[in-house]
T-cell receptor, first 114, second 114 residues
Framework: ETGVTQTPRHLVMGMTNKKSLKCEQH?????MYWYKQSAKKPLELMFV???????ENNSVPSRFSPECPNSSHLFLHLHTLQPEDSALYLC?????????????FGQGTRLTVV | DQQVKQNSPSLSVQEGRISILNCDYT??????FLWYKKYPAEGPTFLIS?????DKNEDGRFTVFLNKSAKHLSLHIVPSQPGDSAVYFC?????????????FGIGTKLQVIP
């Protein structure tokens, strides 16, 4: 496989459940990101990992917990979510360099909280 | 307050004609701009970018124009093809050399009619 792969593609969970989203990148990048896309809203950056170290946490509620065990894998652990957390969750990766760069996105996980 | 604005939620264009997607920004610190394309059920894919030292960047059928004084950029697609039908996101970053600070617009849905 190449690029950025996210699993699962779709997830329905109850508010008391615990689940995890997985992201894997095969591009040799050293930075990974979690984004949230809600209907009629811009993509919102949730977490940034550079060289496996979390460098950004944009005021995300603690019911979302990221984990980056190595530069190729990124997880988003979910627990006691709310219905308003239903959204498309996108993982992305990039190579942090001196100079402009772009990120490569996975296909996303469509999350529905019931 | 949205720093990157795409005021047209949708656009319909006849095949073969020019598509022009517009984007305005408010943060004068932005100096790197990107366009992403997103098909349904897929993640955004990078299309084209422009640095603030340029006012035009061209890649095949896609050209991005930047007007710094007006804080406006546009994406031109010519000729438009049915396969170009997608949601287009404008994004901007305040610093070269990193993706962490990229801010996205809400997107414009382009429909190219055969």
């Amino acid at each position: 496989e190449t690029g950025v792969t996210q699993t699962p593609r779709h997830l329905v969970m109850g508010m008391t459940n615990k689940k995890s989203l997985k992201c894997e990148q095969h591009l040799g990048h050293n930075a990974m990101y979690w984004y949230k896309q809600s209907a009629k809203k811009p993509l919102e950056l949730m977490f940034v990992y550079n060289f496996k170290e979390q460098t950004e946490n944009n005021s995300v509620p603690s019911r979302f917990s990221p984990e980056c065990p190595n530069s190729s894998h990124l997880f988003l652990h979910l627990h006691t979510l709310q219905p308003e957390d239903s959204a498309l969750y996108l993982c992305a990766s990039s190579q942090v360099l001196q100079g402009d760069t772009e990120a490569f996105f996975g296909q996303g996980t469509r999350l529905t909280v019931v | 307050d949205q720093q990157v604005k795409q005021n047209s939620p949708s656009l319909s264009v006849q095949e073969g004609r020019i598509s022009i997607l517009n984007c305005d920004y408010t943060n004068s610190m932005f100096d790197y701009f990107l366009w992403y394309k997103k098909y349904p059920a897929e993640g955004p894919t990078f299309l084209i970018s422009i640095s603030s030292i340029k006012d035009k960047n061209e890649d095949g059928r896609f050209t991005v124009f930047l007007n710094k004084s007006a804080k406006h950029l546009s994406l031109h697609i010519v000729p438009s093809q049915p396969g170009d039908s997608a949601v287009y996101f404008c994004a901007a970053s305040p610093n070269s050399g990193g993706y962490q600070k990229v801010t996205f617009g809400i997107g414009t849905k382009l429909q190219v009619i055969p």
